[in-house]
């Protein structure tokens, strides 16, 4: 069995080509989405009230209300850069109507705009290109019976924002929407990982005809596959099949970790499913420091990566930060953001809220913050640094 050997790049490498992406304008982007509003009337211009939401959320407030407040306190200035008129400050229901009246799929399309820039730099730095496609249901916005509160996100790996999102609905299951979400994608070069739900026959056609790749987990919903690959990794390797392998550890929160591949490309060819060339049995062992206590998961996966680009640690951590998407997103916006406690409901009102804070965390993680918390606490203290931000540095 042969181990791989490849050339990695450290973290400190990542960090430095990510800290070099030049983040363009934000605003620019909103300024032709439709207003629904009459002019007559009309107290504050809608790319105003957007720069009042945004800004409010990068300042660590998780309600509607809350930010209507934190603007109203604001100094006369600071109300003035963002485009708000004398004496005047937006309403809780003012923003309530603008997250019930907007349209979601507009401002989703302005936000990728926004990230293709950024998506086109990325392409550039030599990293591997990784996109994790997830879903997520707004728990605050589903308890109170609103629709189109479960999502489909397409997440990047490197810089763990979001590229693209649909809603799903609630007749319907994820599966029916990987395929507008891959449409919304750029995949060529690209590596898309996904849970065994998503492990289906067509998704992996549409990836390799969009000139992408693929690295699907495989459970019992893949009855066959599943049994094929089992059986490939309780033979003995054949005469010619060469099998790769790769360890990572890690420690935290009280537990040891380690994580094992064994890939093989014994299998090309022999099993019907679009543009296999590797199979992998990944093992997974917790430790727990405390008392000793050692768990072990076994599960299976397929790739379109040949050997030659897809090695057993590149493959290894790429699953492993497919479930990153958990916690540097889905926690993140839940916690942090406010995501689960909120209470907008009205309409789609959910989606544009999703969206606005996916573009808070953007900003954040293209700003250089790891930490979003202690980022947050930074931007309630310097209200003007949330407007750097954004991209607002005069006044309007």
Same mark, same amino acid.
């Given at each position: 069995?042969?181990?791989?050997?490849?050339?990695?790049?450290?973290?400190?490498?990542?960090?430095?080509?990510?800290?070099?992406?030049?983040?363009?304008?934000?605003?620019?982007?909103?300024?032709?989405?439709?207003?629904?509003?009459?002019?007559?009337?009309?107290?504050?211009?809608?790319?105003?009230?957007?720069?009042?939401?945004?800004?409010?959320?990068?300042?660590?407030?998780?309600?509607?209300? %809350?930010?209507? /407040?934190?603007?109203? @306190?604001?100094?006369?200035?600071?109300? !003035?850069?963002? #485009? &708000? +008129? =004398?004496?005047?400050?937006?309403?809780?229901?003012?923003?309530?109507?603008?997250?019930?009246?907007?349209?979601?799929?507009?401002?989703? %399309?302005?936000? /990728?705009?926004?990230? @293709?820039?950024?998506?086109?730099?990325? !392409?550039?730095? #030599? &990293? +591997? =290109?990784?996109?994790?496609?997830?879903?997520?249901?707004?728990?605050?916005?589903?308890?109170?019976?609103?629709?189109?509160?479960?999502?489909?996100?397409?997440?990047?790996?490197?810089?763990?924002?979001?590229?693209?999102?649909?809603?799903?609905?609630?007749?319907?299951?994820?599966?029916?929407?990987?395929?507008?979400?891959?449409?919304?994608?750029?995949?060529?070069?690209?590596?898309?990982?996904?849970?065994?739900?998503?492990?289906?026959?067509?998704?992996?056609?549409?990836?390799?005809?969009?000139?992408?790749?693929?690295?699907?987990?495989?459970?019992?919903?893949?009855?066959?596959?599943?049994?094929?690959?089992?059986?490939?990794?309780?033979?003995?390797?054949?005469?010619?099949?060469?099998?790769?392998?790769?360890?990572?550890?890690?420690?935290?929160?009280?537990?040891?970790?380690?994580?094992?591949?064994?890939?093989?490309?014994?299998?090309?060819?022999?099993?019907?499913?679009?543009?296999?060339?590797?199979?992998?049995?990944?093992?997974?062992?917790?430790?727990?420091?405390?008392?000793?206590?050692?768990?072990?998961?076994?599960?299976?996966?397929?790739?379109?990566?040949?050997?030659?680009?897809?090695?057993?640690?590149?493959?290894?951590?790429?699953?492993?930060?497919?479930?990153?998407?958990?916690?540097?997103?889905?926690?993140?916006?839940?916690?942090?953001?406010?995501?689960?406690?909120?209470?907008?409901?009205?309409?789609?009102?959910?989606?544009?809220?999703?969206?606005?804070?996916?573009?808070?965390?953007?900003?954040?993680?293209?700003?250089?913050?790891?930490?979003?918390?202690?980022?947050?606490?930074?931007?309630?203290?310097?209200?003007?640094?949330?407007?750097?931000?954004?991209?607002?540095?005069?006044?309007?």
């Amino acid at each position: 069995m042969a181990k791989h050997t490849v050339p990695r790049w450290g973290l400190s490498d990542k960090r430095k080509k990510l800290r070099e992406l030049q983040v363009p304008p934000l605003l620019g982007v909103f300024e032709h989405l439709s207003d629904w509003r009459k002019a007559h009337g009309k107290v504050y211009r809608l790319i105003a009230l957007l720069t009042v939401m945004l800004a409010g959320l990068l300042c660590g407030k998780k309600t509607v209300k %809350a930010i209507a /407040r934190w603007c109203g @306190a604001l100094p006369f200035l600071t109300r !003035a850069k963002m #485009g &708000l +008129p =004398l004496e005047r400050s937006p309403s809780a229901k003012t923003l309530d109507r603008l997250l019930a009246k907007l349209d979601p799929d507009a401002l989703e %399309a302005a936000i /990728r705009r926004w990230l @293709a820039a950024v998506n086109e730099q990325l !392409a550039q730095t #030599g &990293l +591997p =290109l990784r996109i994790a496609i997830d879903g997520k249901a707004v728990r605050g916005a589903a308890k109170r019976g609103a629709a189109c509160v479960h999502l489909l996100a397409a997440v990047c790996h490197e810089l763990q924002i979001v590229w693209a999102q649909v809603p799903v609905e609630s007749k319907t299951n994820e599966i029916t929407q990987v395929l507008p979400l891959l449409n919304l994608l750029c995949l060529e070069g690209r590596l898309v990982t996904m849970d065994a739900l998503l492990t289906q026959r067509e998704i992996a056609q549409a990836i390799i005809d969009r000139q992408g790749d693929y690295l699907m987990v495989v459970k019992r919903n893949q009855p066959q596959l599943r049994q094929d690959i089992a059986m490939c990794f309780e033979s003995e390797p054949l005469p010619e099949e060469v099998r790769g392998t790769a360890t990572m550890l890690s420690k935290g929160h009280g537990r040891l970790e380690t994580r094992e591949i064994v890939t093989s490309a014994a299998l090309k060819g022999f099993i019907d499913w679009p543009g296999a060339e590797q199979v992998m049995q990944i093992t997974r062992t917790v430790i727990c420091l405390k008392t000793g206590e050692a768990t072990t998961k076994q599960v299976y996966a397929i790739t379109s990566l040949p050997p030659e680009r897809g090695s057993p640690h590149l493959l290894l951590e790429a699953n492993r930060d497919h479930w990153t998407i958990e916690n540097s997103v889905h926690w993140v916006r839940d916690v942090q953001l406010g995501e689960d406690a909120c209470a907008v409901h009205k309409d789609r009102a959910p989606q544009v809220l999703v969206a606005l804070r996916n573009v808070v965390l953007a900003l954040l993680r293209l700003a250089g913050h790891e930490n979003i918390a202690a980022a947050i606490d930074l931007y309630s203290a310097q209200p003007e640094r949330a407007l750097c931000t954004i991209g607002i540095t005069t006044g309007t």
